[in-house]
Nanobody
């Protein structure tokens, strides 16, 4: 069964940090580009950061550049999103997704596999 499971979300004060993990089962992540997306209440889902199959290319939304870092450990079949200097506007449900398409300029929203999401809440 193909599955992506996010973890690491929670409640943190503004300026704090969290590290999200996206673990895959039923398939190997190294064949896929991975993206982190988020959706806040009343807003559309947006791409946060994506990483290529090999990990040698990444892209970030302007709103998170310099604060978030995406990485992957194909040996552990896991992708991470390190989030530093968190702001209240980062509050959202964060999803990871896997797909065969990667762009250096944006996170492609039509990925094949999606996790259930993890809640990130940043208090002011």
């Amino acid at each position: 069964q193909v599955q992506l499971v996010e973890s690491g979300g929670g409640l943190v004060q503004a300026g704090g940090s969290l590290r999200l993990s996206c673990a895959a089962s039923g398939f190997t992540l190294d064949h896929y580009a991975i993206g982190w997306f988020r959706q806040a209440p009343g807003k559309e889902r947006e791409g946060v950061s994506c990483i290529s199959m090999s990990g040698d290319s990444t892209n970030y939304a302007d709103s998170v550049k310099g604060r978030f870092t995406i990485s992957r450990d194909n040996a552990k079949n896991t992708v991470y999103l390190q989030m530093n200097s968190l702001k209240p506007e980062d509050t959202a449900v964060y999803y990871c997704a896997a797909g065969l398409y990667y762009s250096e300029s944006y996170c492609y929203p039509g990925y094949d596999y999606w996790g259930q999401g993890t809640q990130v809440t940043v208090s002011s």
